[in-house]
Structures are given as structure tokens and as C-alpha cells.
């Protein structure tokens, strides 16, 4: 499977982007699809998910309230409306199909890295006024 990413941009405090994530065929069940973002000299951070299986989705705390994903099955793309965003949102966006889906322990987001794991390229986000 491919991944595509694409929608980030530059927008001014408050405003809103649409992330797409647009993979080559359907996913089995199996799958989770992920954002992830990284900040220039920061780790690489879970955002939000999806478990295809079950539609479990997982938000972080710093974008609860403030992001939406969700998913269209018949065009193989799932999405990340991004509401409210904020200089601290600035961050490469990812997208990733992880084959082992994911588990939420309470508020933390795990997944197990499997060698059938896809990570689409980064979108650049950038919030600035």
C-alpha cells in the first residue's frame, strides 16, 4: 500500500487546514491509520487515529476539541480536519497505516511497528500570523 498526504499549508492563528491521507487500494481491518507530527528539534508525535476495524479514534490532548478525522471508504482517504489551529501546531504532518492497528491505555497511544507499516510523506503545516 501507498500513502499520499497532502492539504497542510500556511494559515494565521484560528484557521483551519484539511489534511488528506489517500491510500492505493482498501486496508484490511487490521489496519489503523495515523496522523503524526514532528516539530522542528522535537520527537515525532502521535495525533490522531483511526482503527479500521472497530472506528476507535484517538485524539492527543494538545488537539482534542480542535481536530476531526475521519474517513471516506470509497475513496480510500481518511482526514484531518484541523480547526482553531495554533502556532504550536506548526509541525510536519504524517500520515501512516500501521498494520497492527493501535491500543489506547488510557490517554496513550500505542502501536506495534510491523514490517507491513506505512508511512506516507510528510505535509508541512505552519501556523503564523
Known amino acids: 500500500v501507498q500513502l499520499q498526504a497532502s492539504g497542510g499549508g500556511l494559515v494565521q492563528p484560528g484557521g483551519s487546514l484539511r489534511l488528506s491521507c489517500a491510500t492505493s487500494?482498501?486496508?484490511?481491518?487490521?489496519?489503523?491509520i495515523a496522523w503524526f507530527r514532528q516539530a522542528p528539534g522535537k520527537e515525532r508525535e502521535p495525533v490522531s487515529g483511526i482503527n479500521l476495524r472497530d472506528h476507535v479514534s484517538y485524539y492527543a490532548d494538545s488537539v482534542k476539541g480542535r481536530f476531526t478525522i475521519s474517513r471516506d471508504n470509497a475513496k480510500n482517504t481518511v482526514y484531518l480536519q484541523m480547526d482553531n489551529l495554533q502556532p504550536e501546531d506548526t509541525a510536519v504532518y504524517y500520515c501512516a497505516a500501521l498494520s497492527g492497528g493501535f491500543t489506547l491505555y488510557g490517554d496513550t497511544f500505542s502501536y506495534p511497528t510491523t514490517p507491513y507499516d506505512t508511512w506516507g510523506r510528510g505535509t508541512q503545516v505552519t501556523v503564523s500570523s
Open positions: 487500494g482498501a486496508l484490511a481491518d487490521n489496519y489503523a
